[in-house]
T-cell receptor, first 111, second 113 residues
Framework: GENVEQHPSTLSVQEGDSAVIKCTYS??????FPWYKQELGKRPQLIID?????GEKKDQRIAVTLNKTAKHFSLHITETQPEDSAVYFC??????????FGKGTRLSVIA | SQTIHQWPATLVQPVGSPLSLECTVE??????LYWYRQAAGRGLQLLFY??????ISSEVPQNLSASRPQDRQFILSSKKLLLSDSGFYLC????????????FGPGTRLTVT
C-alpha cells in the first residue's frame, strides 16, 4: 500500500520568512496530492491540492510543487504570518484506497 | 453547498461503557464517508470508510465498528470503550469514483476515564 513520509515534524520560522514542508510517497500510480491545515482543536481543512498532470500550483502565498519522477511533493508558504501557525498534513491516495496521510508538521511562525 | 455535522462535540465516558458517534452530510448524494481518529498531538488514523449504504471497509482491527444506515449517515460504535479509545474522532466525506478531495466534519472529542 501507499506510504507517505513527511518532513520536518516541527518547523519554526520568523514572521515574513518562507516555510517549506516536504512529502514523499511510494505508489507511482498516485495522482492526487492534497495539503491540509489543522489549527489547534479544529478540523483539518483542505488548503491546496495538485493533480499529477501539473508540476506546480499556486494560491496567493501558498504553492505546491510535484515531482512525479522522484515521487515527492512540497508545500511552500511565503511571507509567513502568525496565523499560518498550525499543523500541516500531506496525503496521497494509493490506487483505489482512500487517502494516506503523513504524520504532520507543526509550523510555528514567530512574530 | 455541502455541510457535514457530527455529534456530540465532546464526550466523557467511563471505561467499559458503549459509544455511538453520528455523522451526517447534507447537500450531496451518495458520498464516500470516512471515520478517522486522532490521538492527542498525533496524525490521522483511518478507521473505516464507506462507498455506499451497507458497505463498510475496516482499516484497523479494534473494538470499534461502523454502520451506514442511510446514504448520508455514518455511525461509529463500540460496545465497551478502552482508555486507548480516547481521541479526536473526525468524519469526512468525498464524492465521485476518482475524487479524493476529503472534507472533514467538526469532530468529536472523546475522553475515556
Amino acid at each position: 500500500g501507499e506510504n507517505v513520509e513527511q518532513h520536518p515534524s516541527t518547523l519554526s520560522v520568523q514572521e515574513g520568512d518562507s516555510a517549506v514542508i516536504k512529502c514523499t510517497y511510494s505508489d507511482s500510480a498516485s495522482n492526487y496530492f492534497p495539503w491540509y491545515k489543522q489549527e489547534l482543536g479544529k478540523r483539518p481543512q483542505l488548503i491546496i491540492d495538485i493533480r499529477s498532470n501539473v508540476g506546480e500550483k499556486k494560491d496567493q502565498r501558498i504553492a505546491v510543487t510535484l515531482n512525479k519522477t522522484a515521487k515527492h511533493f512540497s508545500l511552500h508558504i511565503t511571507e509567513t504570518q502568525p496565523e499560518d501557525s498550525a499543523v500541516y498534513f500531506c496525503a496521497a491516495p494509493g490506487g483505489n484506497t482512500p487517502l494516506v496521510f503523513g504524520k504532520g508538521t507543526r509550523l510555528s511562525v514567530i512574530a | 453547498s455541502q455541510t457535514i455535522h457530527q455529534w456530540p462535540a465532546t464526550l466523557v465516558q467511563p471505561v467499559g461503557s458503549p459509544l455511538s458517534l453520528e455523522c451526517t452530510v447534507e447537500g450531496t448524494s451518495n458520498p464516500n464517508l470516512y471515520w478517522y481518529r486522532q490521538a492527542a498531538g498525533r496524525g490521522l488514523q483511518l478507521l473505516f470508510y464507506s462507498v455506499g449504504i451497507g458497505q463498510i471497509s475496516s482499516e484497523v482491527p479494534q473494538n470499534l465498528s461502523a454502520s451506514r444506515p442511510q446514504d448520508r449517515q455514518f455511525i461509529l460504535s463500540s460496545k465497551k470503550l478502552l482508555l486507548s479509545d480516547s481521541g479526536f474522532y473526525l468524519c469526512a466525506w468525498s464524492v465521485g469514483d476518482s475524487s479524493y478531495e476529503q472534507y472533514f466534519g467538526p469532530g468529536t472529542r472523546l475522553t475515556v476515564t
